[in-house]
Each structure stands twice: as C-alpha cells, then as structure tokens.
Nanobody
Framework: QLVESGGGLVQSGGSLELSCTVS????????IGWFRQAPGKDREGVGC????????NFEESVKGRFTISRDVARNTVYLQMNTLTPEETAVYYCAATFTTVHNRCVLDMGDYYGWNYWGKGSLVIVSS
C-alpha cells in the first residue's frame, strides 16, 4: 500500500513537500516514483528514487527544482517541489516498481518497467 500526503494550495513560485508512506514492502525492495496528472492531460513521470543506493532520476522540466529523498526506517519517500508554476497543478501519485535498469529507476510507465503499485494521489493546486 502507498499513501500520499502533503498536497494542498500553494502560490506560484512557492514550495511544497509531498510524502509517500509505504507498507507491505520496504524501500530496499522497491523503487518509488512520483507521477502527476493535470486536468485533461495524460499522466507523466516526475521523478523516482531507486531501491539500490537511492539514486534519483527526474523529468527534464523539474530538474533543479524538485528533489526526492527517502527515510528507509520510516518507509517514507519525500518529493520536495520548489518554484512551482500554475501549470504544475495536478494530482500527484507515488508508485512502486521492483524493476531497475543498471540499478537505476526509470520513469517510463510501460509494462516492462513495472509501475504496478499506486497510491490514490494527492492534489496540488498552484495559484497564479
């Protein structure tokens, strides 16, 4: 099970941190990814943290603004989002996969990459 928290309303240029708490498995067993779906748009990958060594990958548009960290003892992954824009208003989801490629997580949602476990999402609204 994955449960997101921390969503809400933030002004443009502001920051917000989301949390994803997992149960039934550990962060050493599964990599965790963050995805978002804006109104009327497809779901897209934001960033992920690998189960092996905690390396991260990010979608190009959020590089330098978003960070992902994890607390293995608390089974929780964090998505810190800075300098948010109204276009980033979306429901943010965390997901889990057993698959890594060269020990890294991959944001591709294709079947091979196995993002099979999903939280229910947390709404982030960025006001202009």
């Amino acid at each position: 099970q994955l449960v997101e928290s921390g969503g809400g309303l933030v002004q443009s240029g502001g920051s917000l941190e989301l949390s994803c708490t997992v149960s039934g498995f550990t962060l050493d067993q599964y990599s965790i990814g963050w995805f978002r779906q804006a109104p009327g748009k497809d779901r897209e990958g934001v960033g992920c943290i690998s189960k092996i060594g905690g390396s991260t990958n990010f979608e190009e548009s959020v590089k330098g603004r978003f960070t992902i960290s994890r607390d293995v003892a608390r089974n929780t992954v964090y998505l810190q989002m800075n300098t948010l824009t109204p276009e980033e208003t979306a429901v943010y989801y965390c997901a889990a996969t057993f698959t890594t490629v060269h020990n890294r997580c991959v944001l591709d949602m294709g079947d091979y990459y196995g993002w099979n476990y999903w939280g229910k999402g947390s709404l982030v609204i960025v006001s202009s």
